[in-house]
């Protein structure tokens, strides 16, 4: 028997969701959080925001703006789309069709051989291309990017410095997997999403500010979606949510922020937009946002901790993740799929098919990149539970 929509809150979920937002605040440095939930037409449900803004005196509320992190990968596939749509580029054309040879040569060297020119745009959307990632490449006796960034000691750096540091210092994870309908092993690694905003600048001939501003955000009216050192950003009002790394804050380094390539925006920004991708209202021909989650490849598991980036269980399409536990870790009530993305400063966006709900919202706190995977299990279950009009566990 199918789940019914939910069309409003009772009392007793709008409590339990008060009590989540607020005990996300204060353990592993969070300063502040917001949750936000929605029909997947985008309509809004419920939203909730708590803590400090700016670390002082300035609250949360629903209307700031927040740091996506990796979640902008999502809006970075859909302006890859977008130019596909439009004729061009070509998901299966290498990045060395549109970027000079002289940035893309010898980057993925494996076992001797140079496999740059197998790389096409599809590989770099679903992380299927091995090229490892730039932010935590160590040079020999030096410390990752990613480190020196959070240290404040690397000011700011571009496509350029990226190729530079993994042709000079990487090494592939392995040969670009071929895209022929069985699943392959794959490795998170935010270089693929660099050179694919260096691709759509190089094609739109504009900052990436201005290519989203035409390919996505005047088409869904996302009016505060902005990235960081852009008229939109000194204008914001609020204005936008301090970002940490434990008790750093990284909002302050203007020109990392700037360089990671990652936007902020609302929480009604991102409901709207993953609604768009939802409905397909996001592309010219809705069947365009099915190439995102179309084939699914699992992402390796790592014991070693990886300060960017997801892996085991989660699995990567194009720009999207699909988050679902395996059934061994809930037998007795199987969490139902989630497909979107999350970021490194525990931001998430979602939609789950199953329920016909949005979810979005971050906690801005590196140290704490897990919430969204500890949080989504317990959101679902109470969501699924006053659909079916369970009494929720106590």
């Known amino acids: 028997m199918p789940i019914p929509a939910l069309e409003t809150l009772s009392p007793d979920a709008t409590r339990r969701l008060n009590g989540m937002v607020t005990r996300l605040v204060g353990g592993l440095g969070v300063r502040h959080a917001i949750l936000a939930v929605a029909r997947s037409d985008g309509s809004p449900l419920w939203l909730g925001a708590t803590g400090a803004a700016d670390g002082g005196c300035t609250r949360m509320t629903a209307d700031t703006p927040y740091f996506l992190a990796s979640v902008t990968k999502l809006y970075i596939a859909t302006g890859i ?10 998901l ?5 069709a549109y970027l000079p040879q002289e940035l893309v040569h010898r980057l993925h060297v494996w076992r001797g051989k140079d496999q740059t020119g197998e790389i096409t745009l599809r590989h770099l959307l679903g992380h299927a291309a091995g090229l490892p990632d730039y932010l935590v490449i160590r040079p020999p ?3 990752s990017l990613f480190e020196a960034a959070a240290a404040g000691a690397v000011e700011r750096w571009g496509i350029g410095e990226i190729a530079d540091l993994v042709r000079e210092h990487g090494r592939p994870d392995f040969p670009p997997r071929p895209f022929d309908g069985r699943r392959h092993t794959i490795r998170y690694s935010d270089t693929n999403f660099q050179f694919l905003i260096a691709v759509i600048e190089a094609v739109t001939g504009a900052s990436l500010q201005a290519a989203f501003d035409d390919l996505i955000f005047r088409r869904l009216g996302l009016s505060h979606t902005f990235l960081p050192a852009t008229p939109a950003a000194a204008s914001a009002t609020p204005a936008p949510a301090a970002v940490w790394l434990g008790d750093r804050r990284l909002d302050t380094l ?13 929480a009604g920004d991102q409901l709207r937009f993953m609604a768009a991708l939802v409905s397909g209202a996001a592309f010219d021909d809705p069947a365009t946002a099915r190439l995102m989650t179309a084939h699914w490849n699992p992402l390796a598991f790592s014991l070693n901790p990886r300060p960017v980036g997801p892996g085991w269980p989660m699995e990567y399409g194009l720009g999207t993740i699909r988050y679902r536990l395996p059934r061994l870790l809930t037998p007795l009530r199987p969490m139902p799929e989630l497909v979107g993305h999350t970021g490194v400063t525990g931001s998430w966006l979602f939609h789950c098919p199953e329920l016909g709900i949005i979810t979005a919202g971050t906690v801005d706190q590196a140290t704490a990149a897990a919430t969204p995977y500890r949080l989504m299990p317990r959101l679902l279950d109470l969501l699924r539970r006053e659909m079916s009009h369970e009494t929720p566990f106590r």
């Open 81 to 90: 789309l977008r130019l596909m749509e439009q004729g061009r580029v070509s």
């Open 92 to 96: 299966d054309a290498g990045m060395a």
């Open 141 to 143: 006796g030096g410390t």
């Open 254 to 266: 203007t020109g990392a922020m700037a360089s990671f390539n990652d936007l902020f925006g609302t």
